[in-house]
């Protein structure tokens, strides 16, 4: 859980549990004092401070994945492309897969660093309106491996999103780890004081994906965050010479497809497989400028739009609400 301690017993339960400070497991522990004050109940301050800092942010988009290798980073760096290409938007993208971060591999921003300014840590840029953060700045090579505990990830978390000098943005894209951990949890909770306009949940055909992305889908019911809705990868393979489509994961279950009619979700669309754009991520270039009229740019491109349509109606929405 991300309320317990470094330093916590095995079977501590939780700062903010009723039973903090009071359980047997809680004896000895050099929190013990502190939790059965109270104290440790009280909101976080640093989510007021996430919400003054991220108020210059219109939109708010997170990528979830219920199972690792679906091409979740993938999706969020062609979205933060896509997004970025309309030169009068100010994009960035938020890497908090903090033990496997891929984006600086490929945003082609390997090796770059984070500099420390009086505002704040300076993202590093692709485009002069596309930023980007990830903990792959801060370490000494791609090969260095994170191993950290909850709090400590969720620490880094906070400090991407109160310390990170943004500036006015259009679009902030956060590019989560697979699964409902600690970081989710963090995440949800931090923005918990800003507008978040919803979650693209990204899954491919086979029933053991769609497996875990239903769990995802009740993680984001049970902290009310909006699903903007589902992207099938690697749906089919498309020929590039005879053009015939070839299912190389089976959508034995229905797929995305009948998973989001059973779930009164919207099926953004269906990305097809193409080799290259596991090509255009290794060598840190975009797929959607590489190949524009291959059949997986373009369902990028509808997908996109149909992100950006959401974004603008929950916009109508709340002004008309107000």
Not at 12 to 29: D, I, L, R, V, W
Not at 117 to 132: H, Q
Not at 223 to 252: D, Y
Request: aromatic share 4%; charged share 20%.
């Amino acid at each position: 859980m991300g309320d317990v301690p470094d330093n916590a017993p095995e079977h501590c339960p939780g700062t903010k549990s009723e039973q903090a400070g009071k359980s047997a497991s809680c004896q000895g522990c050099p929190n013990q004092k502190l939790c059965a004050s109270g104290a440790t109940k009280a909101p976080d301050p640093a989510i007021a401070e996430i919400g003054i800092k991220l108020s210059t942010v219109k939109h708010k988009i997170l990528v979830l994945s219920g199972k690792g290798g679906v091409g979740k980073s993938t999706f969020s760096a062609h979205l933060a492309h896509a997004l970025a290409s309309d030169t009068t938007k100010e994009v960035a993208l938020l890497d908090v897969d903090i033990c496997g971060p891929s984006i600086p591999r490929i945003m082609g921003l390997e090796g770059e660093q984070v500099h420390q300014s009086g505002s704040g840590w300076s993202p590093v840029y692709v485009e002069d309106n596309l930023a980007v953060m990830s903990i792959g700045f801060l370490l000494g090579g791609p090969d260095d491996a994170v191993i950290w505990r909850g709090p400590k990830k969720n620490g880094m978390i906070k400090q991407f999103l109160r310390d990170v000098d943004w500036g006015e943005l259009d679009y902030l894209i956060v590019d989560t780890p697979p699964g409902t951990s600690d970081e989710h949890l963090s995440i949800v909770q931090y923005l918990s004081s800003t507008h978040v306009d919803g979650a693209v949940i990204i899954t491919t055909p086979q029933e053991v994906s769609l497996q875990d992305v239903r769990k995802e889908i009740r993680f984001c019911k049970k902290v009310k965050l909006p699903i903007i809705g589902v992207v099938e990868n690697m749906s089919g393979f498309i020929c590039p010479k005879c053009k015939n489509t070839s299912q190389i994961f089976p959508p034995t279950s229905g797929g995305a497809e009948k998973m989001c009619a059973d779930l009164n979700l919207p099926l953004l669309g269906k990305v097809p497989l193409d080799p290259r754009i596991a090509r255009s991520c290794d060598e840190g270039r975009s797929f959607l400028s590489e190949v524009p009229d291959s059949p997986a740019a373009q369902a990028y491109q509808r997908i996109v739009q149909s992100i950006q349509d959401y974004c603008s109606n929950r916009v109508t929405e709340e002004q008309s609400a107000t």
